[in-house]
């Protein structure tokens, strides 16, 4: 990476531009190295710039949001992260007249959206009030809780393409599928979701309800990234006996509390990895590695990962 052209990025955002800049503040795991370079555009605009400057200087780069489903390797990430959250968290209600519709920046907490919905008597999201991303990596991720994701709602995206062009695509142009998108290589600036009319008491009832059961049930306020695993799937009629889940299988193999370093399976939910304090990526790989070998021992079962791994 030339640091002398990666300077120049900073002439061209009006927002902040950090240099090698160690990653793990931006994590919800507190693990990572550092980025090249760290921007937090205050813009679309400086989205287009940002991807523009890449594409012209070769310089790979990756978009964050609260980092709450990567774990970034110890040696960090050799290009440009656009970080989106304030700057890029307005919302427009009533959107075309209509009051169930809302405009979202990428960069606003999904948290504070099902709060802010349920509150507005809005259903939709509300469930998602345990999801401790950005609204751009919810809809990047297809993020769900409960029933509920953002493939149900959203009707439109506006994304920044590698090229620096924005775009706006229809809700049902995306092929969504479990946990994903299929957006690629493209930085969500926002969304516009269509919601359904409820009684906001039991809506604000239920974000209370569903937000309480991920603190009792999962290591919710650790440093973790959420599952780690997808769930197995298989086709209908040849579900094994016994644990189908990837928590289940962990736990029933024991592996609550493993641990390499400072990472643990979770001793709330089997499905998650822990770092209890000075974890490394290595030693969440380390506690990865052996889980996936017991369970594909014991179960036949190949897991897959949930956390993206960036390097
Ligand atoms: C305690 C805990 C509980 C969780 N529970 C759930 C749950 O119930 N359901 C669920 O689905 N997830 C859950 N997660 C995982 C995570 O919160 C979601 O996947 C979330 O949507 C990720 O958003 P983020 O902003 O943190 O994305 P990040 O972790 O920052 O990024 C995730 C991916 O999205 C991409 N990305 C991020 N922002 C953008 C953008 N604006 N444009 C393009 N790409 C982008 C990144 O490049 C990366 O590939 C949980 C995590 C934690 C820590």
């Known amino acids: 990476m030339n640091s002398t052209a990666l300077h120049e990025l900073q002439s061209r955002v009006s927002g902040e531009v950090l240099f090698e800049e160690p990653l793990a503040a931006y994590t919800t795991y507190r693990i990572g190295g550092p980025a090249a370079a760290l921007v937090t555009p205050a813009s679309t605009e400086d989205v287009v710039r940002t991807l523009e400057f890449a594409a012209e200087s070769g310089t790979r780069w990756l978009a964050l949001g609260l980092g709450s489903n990567v774990l970034v390797s110890d040696a960090g990430f050799d290009g440009i992260v656009i970080r989106l ?15 169930t ?5 990428a960069g606003m907490p999904t948290p504070m959206l099902a709060r802010r919905t349920a509150k507005a008597g809005l259903a939709g999201v509300h469930r998602l009030i345990g999801v401790p991303g950005t609204v751009g990596g919810g809809v990047f991720m297809n993020a769900g809780a409960h029933g509920q994701d953002f493939s149900q709602v959203v009707r439109s995206v506006e994304l920044v393409e590698a090229d620096g062009s924005v775009k706006q695509v229809d809700g049902g142009d995306i092929a969504w599928q479990y946990r994903s998108s299929g957006l690629g290589a493209r930085v969500v600036v926002g969304a516009t979701v269509a919601l359904s009319p409820a009684d906001p008491k039991d809506l604000e009832r239920d974000v209370r ?8 049930g999962t290591p919710f306020n650790e440093r973790c990234c959420g599952s780690v695993f997808r769930n197995p799937t298989w086709p209908e009629g040849e579900e094994p006996e016994g644990p189908r889940t990837a928590g289940r299988m962990i736990d029933a193999l024991g592996l609550k509390g493993y641990r390499v370093g400072g990472a643990e399976v979770s001793r709330k939910h089997a499905n998650y990895i822990v770092n209890t304090g000075g974890a490394t990526a290595r030693d969440v790989l380390s506690v990865i590695e052996h889980v996936r070998g017991r369970v594909q021992e ?4 190949e897991l897959q990962l949930e956390v993206e791994t960036i390097d």
């Open 298 to 301: 014991e179960f036949g079962v």
């Open 101 to 105: 519709v809302w405009t979202v920046g």
């Open 85 to 99: 959250g304030k700057g890029l968290d307005d919302v427009t209600r009533g959107v075309g007249g209509d009051e």
């Open 209 to 216: 309800t569903y937000l309480d059961r991920r603190k009792s």
